[in-house]
């Protein structure tokens, strides 16, 4: 075979490997995996995106906590409490683009995404509500504040808005657990209370702590796993404020009150073997 004859032959299964390549990518199921990795990578793309606002949401959260635990060193509550509220509306935007990013999807697809952020919002709102009504706010009244109004403008020629109404519901899981880590707060909130010189406060939460722990008993196995994982953090923050409870009406003309923050803060609670079992 002379060289002509070999680059004839070359230049014809270069052709054939071509037409067998177009005829590949013209395949349906070429076609029909191409629309499938569009759709699962603009699946993840959004998924990233409620990581990052679930990531700002817990953010806020927690500095709206924190500020909440200055009610009790600051002669006006109402300020620190207005602050709080303005500060939760910021937290509101960002729920509201969550919401926005899960129109038209399957909530529960997207769920790990931002249920971080909604626990830590639901425990800021629920010490919030505990300081200024000293009582257990719902999950009906969580979902109401996630009510959103949004404007549909109109095209240019009729210069008309429509009003829109958005709804994130708050699951009934993320709720549970959000009010679980509030019992926490709950318990710093006595210990910072005393150190104040407040001796109701610690037994109000521990009437309070004590509803709530037996609401979560109710629930027992039949409850989300987490719960039961938190149940035992639950039991010591109720047992501290118990213990503390306890102190004050015992021993509380013997110890100077500028002393007791600190025996309480220091102080372990012993909790029952079978108690701590989760």
Do not use: W
């Not at 303005?86 to 790990?112: M, N, P, S, T, W």
């Not at 027992?220 to 039961?228: A, I, K, M, Q």
């Amino acid at each position: 075979m002379n060289k002509q004859e070999a680059g004839h032959l070359q230049k014809n299964a270069g052709a054939a490997l071509h037409s067998e390549a177009n005829a590949v990518l013209s395949s349906p199921v070429i076609a029909a995996f191409k629309v499938f990795q569009m759709e699962l990578d603009t699946k993840h793309d959004k998924y990233e995106r409620l990581v990052k606002l679930s990531r700002d949401v817990t953010i806020e959260s927690k500095r709206t906590i924190f500020l909440l635990h200055r009610v009790t060193s600051v002669p006006d509550a109402e300020a620190i409490l207005n602050e709080a509220d303005v500060k939760l509306d910021g937290v509101r935007q960002k729920i509201h683009q969550i919401a926005e990013e899960l129109r038209g999807e399957d909530i529960y697809q997207f769920h790990r995404a931002f249920t971080a952020g909604i626990q830590e919002f639901v425990e800021a709102a629920s010490f919030q509500h505990y300081i200024r009504h000293r009582n257990l706010i719902s999950l009906k009244e969580i979902n109401a504040r996630l009510v959103f109004r949004t404007e549909d403008k109109g095209s240019a020629d009729t210069l008309s808005t429509e009003s829109q109404v958005l709804t994130f519901q708050v699951m009934p899981a993320d709720y549970l657990l959000g009010v679980a880590d509030l019992t926490g707060e709950l318990m710093r909130l006595c210990i910072s209370s005393v150190g104040n010189g407040d001796m109701d406060t610690p037994f109000q939460l521990s009437q309070f702590l004590r509803q709530i722990h037996d609401g979560f008993s109710f629930i027992g196995n039949t409850g989300p796993y987490e719960v039961s994982k938190k149940l035992h953090t639950l039991r010591q923050s109720l047992g501290k404020v118990e213990d503390a409870c306890y102190t004050l009406r015992v021993r509380g003309s013997e110890i100077p009150k500028h002393m007791l923050a600190d025996l309480f803060s220091s102080r372990n609670t012993h909790m029952d073997p079978e108690e701590a079992v989760v």
